[in-house]
């Protein structure tokens, strides 16, 4: 979404690879670059990758904050310290232009409740978002959603949770964070029914 390959190669990064590939090659003549989200999927794969690694030395950069828990397992699976570096760096998230973003989600609702996989990704997304915008908001929610409801908290108990990441220079105005429910968005139907008889 960011960059072309050609433009990748041109900052000399020749390969790219899942991490959760079968049967890599070992390559001890390159350094690895490594950007996960930080989930236990992903850090359990990365475990295995260093306990018999592929590359001379691994940058690990994570996509959103991760555990302390998690960083001293990937400490101790380091036994040839081959890491050179771990990071947050706050990006779980698409960013489609400079005003729009994606979650890349689907059907993240039961009927009208969360699915809590949804919830707890949405919830990542957002938060990820609101790091590297620097931005520490004021939460609204749409009072009559009980799904904007459950969104607002989870987002608010990680911002209390993690509040040193939260740190930020205040404004004046601070900034606001507005969660709507599409189910009950009265204007879309609308539009879609008057641009469908033009």
């Known amino acids: 979404m960011v960059y072309t390959q050609s433009e ?4 000399e990064v020749y390969l790219f690879e899942r991490i959760d590939s079968p049967n890599r090659e070992i390559m001890k003549h390159l350094k690895a670059i490594c950007f996960l ?6 850090v359990d794969h990365l475990i295995q990758e260093l306990r ?17 828990s998690d960083v001293k397992s990937l400490a101790e699976a380091d036994e040839q310290e081959v890491v050179a570096e771990v990071q947050e760096f706050y990006g779980d998230y698409i960013a489609v232009n400079p005003h729009l973003f994606s979650l890349n989600i689907l059907g993240c609702c039961q009927g009208r409740n969360w699915d809590p996989a949804q919830l707890s990704r949405t919830t990542q997304g957002l938060t990820a978002l609101l790091l590297s915008l620097k931005k520490c908001p004021m939460i609204r929610y749409q009072l009559s959603s009980e799904a904007a409801k459950r969104l607002a908290e989870c987002v608010k108990q990680v911002i209390t949770k993690e509040y040193e990441l939260f740190e930020f220079r205040r404004t004046e105005v601070p900034p606001l964070l507005l969660i709507l429910d599409r189910c009950d968005d009265a204007i879309t139907p609308l539009l879609n029914q008057s641009a469908g008889h033009q």
């Open 8 to 11: 990748i190669l041109q900052k």
């Open 37 to 42: 989200r930080p989930t236990k999927e992903n």
């Open 52 to 68: 018999r690694p592929k590359y001379s030395i691994y940058f690990i950069y994570f996509s959103n904050v991760i555990s302390k």
